[in-house]
């Protein structure tokens, strides 16, 4: 999402693609079917809010249609209203003050009173959080257009409230274009976020799913080989592809071909990659000594060879526990 122009009611808005209108459907929806519950809350404690951390300006325009929305404040008080139970509070923050002004004065407009909070997520939530009434039900709809502000302690922090729902968007997106940075980052969003997934996800355990995506993989590769037989980068995906599904002879025969096609002499940063993927290849294939020694080879090649890759990766599990491995590991931590 980015800044778009200024709009007729002279305050900024937001450009967006046309996946952010189910986003706001699913918002609604979970609106109206909430509504007999806010009832009884409303009747009862007298309270039932709506808190949005990263509420935008309010207004939206899609990227491809050109089409104008309201932003998710704006949907979700008139989604509370149209279900004939309004929330009694509302809460925007944003860590741009434009966007949170932005968002008031357009909630102004159609009767709502919003609280502003501007500032950091982790940080609008500890705020917000002191404020509310202890005896209301609360709904708290996070919506960032990426994992990176989006730390697990905000959902602690609404999860010390006795009565919250939280409705979080999370960008598929986002993961697909960086789940592999993620989860190389130690201390990253991933981590933050989901603290403990590494000790938790176990690959081994889904080996129809992992099966499924080497099957579609090795394909993919395949067809890029009819085209072009010596694509180094497409061999080395073939190869993993074929040693995962369990074909170790035409597996390493690709590996070691990737790497007599594009050897890190002839390209240091590609070259020392397909040096890797070869050692996981005969790891997969439980040829362990050459795997070390390719290996060991790549850790003394400049490269990116990631310590926390080679020390948490369920990829590189064959090799664990053996001396050479540990070695290897610890020449790489972070002095
Ligand atoms: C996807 S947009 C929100 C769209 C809005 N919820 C909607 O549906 O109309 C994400 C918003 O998060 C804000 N933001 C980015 N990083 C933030 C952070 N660390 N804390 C709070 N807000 C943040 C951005 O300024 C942006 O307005």
Redo the contacts with the bound molecule.
């Keep these: 999402?980015t800044h778009a122009s200024i709009t007729d009611d002279g305050l900024p808005i937001?450009e967006?693609g046309a996946w952010?209108k189910e986003?706001?459907t699913r918002?609604r929806k979970y609106i109206g079917i909430t509504s007999a519950t806010r009832r009884k809350w409303i009747q009862g404690s007298g309270c039932a809010t709506y808190i949005?951390?990263?509420?935008?300006?309010?207004?939206?325009v899609i990227r491809d249609s050109g089409e104008w929305i309201?932003?998710?404040?704006l949907?979700a008080f008139e989604a509370s209203r149209e279900s004939g139970v309004p929330f009694s509070e509302i809460h925007i923050?944003?860590?741009?003050q434009e966007?949170s002004k932005a968002a008031e004065r357009r909630l102004r407009t159609i009767d709502a009173t919003p609280t502003v909070h501007v500032?950091?997520?982790?940080n609008?939530a500890l705020e917000i959080v002191k404020t509310l009434n202890p005896r209301g039900l609360h709904f708290v709809?996070l919506?960032?257009?990426k994992l990176?502000?989006l730390s697990f302690s905000i959902i602690e922090t609404f999860a010390s409230l006795r009565y919250v729902d939280l409705l979080i968007?999370i960008?598929v997106l986002d993961l697909q274009r960086n789940m592999e940075r993620y989860a190389d980052t130690i201390g990253g969003p991933l981590d933050r976020f989901a603290p403990g997934w590494r000790m938790a996800v176990n690959l081994k355990q889904s080996k129809a799913a992992a099966r499924a995506a080497f099957t579609s993989g090795r394909n993919e590769a395949a067809k890029l080989i009819a085209g072009q037989p010596d694509y180094a980068e497409a061999l080395c995906v073939l190869g993993m592809a074929d040693a995962a599904l369990g074909d170790k002879e035409d597996a390493i025969r690709e590996g070691r071909r990737a790497v007599e096609l594009l050897p890190v002499t002839k390209d240091a940063i590609i070259g020392s990659k397909l040096v890797q993927y070869l050692s996981l290849i005969y790891a997969w294939t439980g040829e362990k000594d050459l795997a070390l020694e390719q290996l060991s080879f790549a850790a003394r090649i400049p490269g990116y060879l990631s310590y926390g890759q080679l020390r948490l990766h369920p990829y590189w599990d064959p090799l664990r526990g053996d001396p050479r491995f540990e070695e290897i590991v610890a020449s790489l931590a972070p002095k």
């Design positions: 999402m937001d967006v952010t986003k706001h918002l949005d951390l990263f509420c935008g300006t309010g207004r939206a309201n932003g998710s404040p949907v923050a944003d860590i741009s966007s500032g950091e997520a982790t609008t709809f919506d960032p257009y990176e502000p968007h960008s």
